[in-house]
């Protein structure tokens, strides 16, 4: 795999000092079960079911802009019933497991190793970002994580202002990946280079639109060559 190619004295030569990542389909294979909780919460709130694809448009967004863009006639009381059955469905009452896409978990350790600082900006809670990162001993590994309940949603680029803020670095020593239109029109928003990866929500033609450096189908055997 290219990752253990990726040499110590290749780092020294990197474009970038960060590494921002997207969660929930460009790092976790977690897709399916959003899709699925998205549907029993509508029910448990007897409203329709959206269809899978308009489910996974909104997949990036925080949970309540989520919620508001599916049920834009929804009262604020009802939506946050909705959230929250959700929340329970994803925490606790769905038992789908969503793995790590294959090869990431282990190679994100190797660009550690190598000096670069990651981060996560995610439109998961904190809550439920915190409980992957405690079950897969990760806390260590991501230098500042910022979730969709503790800044604007995306494409709002706080996240990413924070994140630099927090770090205190520039924008053009940053990279933002990720799977949707969201995360990449959150990096154009904050003058952050971006790249697409289209195993997740976005396909190649929708992510194009944002002028990312690259969009990749295998982050693990690609990714080397841009960074």
Request: charged letters at 20%; hydrophobic letters at 40%.
């Given at each position: 795999?290219?990752?253990?190619?990726?040499?110590?004295?290749?780092?020294?030569?990197?474009?970038?000092s960060?590494?921002?990542?997207?969660?929930?389909?460009?790092?976790m294979?977690s897709?399916?079960?959003?899709?699925?909780?998205?549907?029993v919460?509508?029910?448990?709130?007897?409203?329709?079911?959206?269809?899978?694809?308009?489910?996974?448009?909104?997949?990036?967004?925080?949970?309540d802009k989520a919620?508001?863009?599916l049920?834009?006639?929804?009262v604020?009381?009802k939506?946050?019933?909705?959230?929250?059955?959700?929340r329970?469905?994803?925490a606790?009452?769905?038992?789908?497991?969503?793995?790590?896409?294959p090869?990431i978990?282990?190679?994100?350790?190797i660009?550690?190793?190598?000096?670069?600082?990651?981060?996560?900006?995610?439109?998961?809670?904190?809550?439920?970002?915190?409980?992957?990162?405690?079950?897969?001993?990760?806390?260590d590994?991501f230098?500042v994580?910022?979730?969709?309940?503790?800044?604007?949603?995306?494409p709002?680029?706080?996240?990413?202002?924070?994140i630099?803020?927090?770090?205190?670095?520039k924008?053009?020593?940053a990279l933002?990946?990720?799977?949707?239109?969201?995360?990449?029109?959150?990096?154009?928003n904050?003058?952050?280079?971006?790249?697409g990866?289209?195993?997740?929500?976005?396909?190649?033609?929708?992510?194009?639109?944002?002028?990312?450096?690259?969009?990749?189908?295998d982050?693990?055997?690609?990714?080397?060559?841009?960074?």
């Amino acid at each position: 795999m290219l990752c253990n190619k990726l040499t110590v004295e290749n780092s020294t030569k990197k474009k970038y000092s960060l590494i921002i990542f997207d969660w929930d389909g460009t790092l976790m294979d977690s897709i399916d079960k959003i899709i699925a909780c998205v549907g029993v919460a509508a029910q448990l709130n007897n409203l329709a079911v959206p269809s899978a694809q308009s489910i996974r448009n909104i997949i990036g967004l925080s949970l309540d802009k989520a919620m508001a863009t599916l049920y834009p006639s929804l009262v604020a009381d009802k939506r946050e019933e909705l959230v929250e059955a959700y929340r329970q469905q994803y925490a606790s009452l769905n038992k789908q497991k969503t793995p790590f896409y294959p090869g990431i978990k282990d190679w994100l350790k190797i660009l550690k190793e190598q000096g670069y600082i990651l981060a996560v900006a995610t439109g998961k809670g904190r809550n439920g970002l915190n409980r992957v990162l405690n079950e897969h001993d990760l806390n260590d590994l991501f230098a500042v994580t910022y979730c969709g309940d503790e800044a604007l949603s995306k494409p709002h680029p706080l996240m990413l202002h924070n994140i630099l803020t927090e770090l205190d670095m520039k924008a053009e020593q940053a990279l933002m990946i990720g799977d949707s239109s969201f995360d990449l029109e959150m990096a154009n928003n904050a003058n952050i280079d971006c790249i697409g990866v289209t195993y997740g929500v976005h396909c190649e033609t929708t992510l194009s639109r944002y002028k990312p450096i690259a969009i990749l189908d295998d982050l693990p055997n690609q990714l080397g060559n841009y960074i």
